[in-house]
């Protein structure tokens, strides 16, 4: 197969897992479909590249990091209550990003980093709406 090929395949199923629309049983059963066919991928150094996308979204996968999405979710939650005072509110945003800040520095993989990092959008947005109140 072509790497060209193999990538848009790929990257059709991690855009269906990254903006949840692919289960995880769904983007596992990708995953390996996906791995047989990188293994067709000339020349070798393609072969890695493709091999090493499929190896990253594989940790996206991993029980470790399903625990800390659904962690930084539970985080988002609590920290957006719209309950208290606007200043409860902002220090419980504030502190809601400081949270999900520590919960994505424990994974070293850069997507899952950033997918749990990107939670904080909501709470800075809320954060800033507050401070126009």
Known sequence: MDYD?????????????????LDLDGALAELQRLRETARSIEPAGKREAAEYLL???ANQTSPQAEERMARATAVLQRASADDGTIDQRR????????????????????????AILGLNESLAKLIDALARR
């Not at 090929?5 to 629309?21: H, I, M, N, P, S």
């Not at 999900?100 to 994974?107: L, N, P, Q, S, Y």
Request: zero cysteines; proline letters at 0%; glycine letters at 6%.
């Open 91 to 114: 220090a419980r945003a504030e502190a809601g990003i400081v949270e999900i800040t520590g919960i994505a520095d424990e994974t070293t993989d850069v997507a899952e980093r950033y």
């Open 55 to 57: 190896a990253q979204w």
């Open 5 to 21: 090929e193999f990538f848009v395949q790929y990257k059709d199923a991690y855009d269906l897992w990254t903006f949840g629309r």
